[in-house]
């Protein structure tokens, strides 16, 4: 009863002043996967306590960003609910706190043993509303610096999900998504006014880009943009080292809220009247020469089946 009037006094006040309180958690890794739950159902707790309504967990946030472990972590909604405890545990947490959970990314194991680095969103309900199969492999080769092949343990995604709330439509991107300014475009142009891309960069391309792509991203489709990473598990260097500085970014291309690598929770009141004065001040989109260039989205008919894949999705997660 509590939470349930609680919710409701947040979701009036959300509704007068347009705002609505995102909150990212940059959670620790472990070599157990229960460890690591055990860990990010504590900090959803601190975070729903503290009045946020909208959470963004990090990319492979229930793994190390190793082969061996994203094989032995992964996940699948077919499975049942205690094989899929990371899926069970959001839709569990989604519902008792009465939250959106965009669940950043799990190894997800296809019905063809095909693994994906995937992302779940999860409704107040509990209800898994979109997923996002990461599109973009981080396939690279900087010599002396470091080699990766993500195409190697992954399998990439075919299509660009978006997904409407009480609040705004929200886009999402993963980690190497960042790099590729057209998805975003897509999605901004689509209506989206939160773009959510959870990733977890190098510590060879951290310092370099992470900060300026998360801007870019925000200023180029003057949106918010949450992008959140699993904390650097500094107790071990042979494991991948996540840059992490999980950050939020206003549509004026203006670091609203960050942290560094350690376990922590960020917190920034979106603001979407402020997303209009932005707009309005500077009119790039109704300024577009769409007389001389377009953006082409190749496969436009599954922007409007959302409902079918809602449900879809949560007939395959009993």
């Known amino acids: ?180 300014p057209d998805q975003a475009m897509i999605m901004a142009r689509k209506g989206c006014q939160l773009l959510v891309y959870p990733g977890n960069f190098s510590m060879t391309t951290g310092g370099l880009h992470w900060e300026l792509l998360n801007r870019a991203r925000a200023l180029d489709n003057q949106v918010y943009f949450a992008a959140a990473a699993a904390a650097r598990y500094v107790e071990d260097t042979s494991v991948y080292q996540s840059w992490g500085h999980s950050m939020v970014v206003d549509p004026m291309g203006k670091v609203a809220a960050s942290t560094e690598y350690n376990p922590d929770i960020i917190y920034h009141d979106v603001d979407l009247d402020y997303l209009e004065t932005v707009r309005n001040q500077i009119p790039c989109y109704i300024q577009r020469r769409n007389d001389i260039y377009d953006l082409v989205y190749r496969k436009e008919s599954q922007v409007s089946n959302q409902q079918d894949n809602k449900e879809e999705l949560n007939k395959q997660n009993k």
């Open 1 to 180: 009863g509590d939470v349930y009037k609680r919710q409701v006094r947040k979701s009036i006040i959300s509704m007068i002043k347009k705002t609505f309180k995102l909150a990212l958690l940059q959670t620790r890794l472990a070599a157990q996967k229960s460890e690591i739950l055990n860990h990010v159902k504590e900090a959803i707790g601190q975070a729903a306590k503290n009045g946020a309504q909208f959470l963004v967990l990090g990319e492979t946030f229930n793994s190390f960003y190793v082969k061996d472990h994203l094989y032995k972590n992964a996940e699948s909604l077919s499975d049942p609910a205690d094989k899929k405890p990371t899926i069970t545990l959001m839709s569990d947490l989604a519902k008792s706190h009465q939250i959106y959970i965009v669940a950043g990314t799990i190894p997800e194991r296809a019905p063809d043993n095909r693994l994906f680095n995937t992302c779940f969103v999860f409704n107040p309900k509990g209800e898994i509303i979109a997923s996002y199969r990461k599109t973009h492999l981080f396939d690279i080769d900087i010599p002396g610096k470091i080699t990766y092949k993500e195409s190697e343990t992954f399998a990439p995604g075919e299509d660009i999900t978006m997904f409407d709330t009480e609040f705004c439509k929200v886009g999402l991107g993963i980690c190497y998504d960042l790099r590729f």
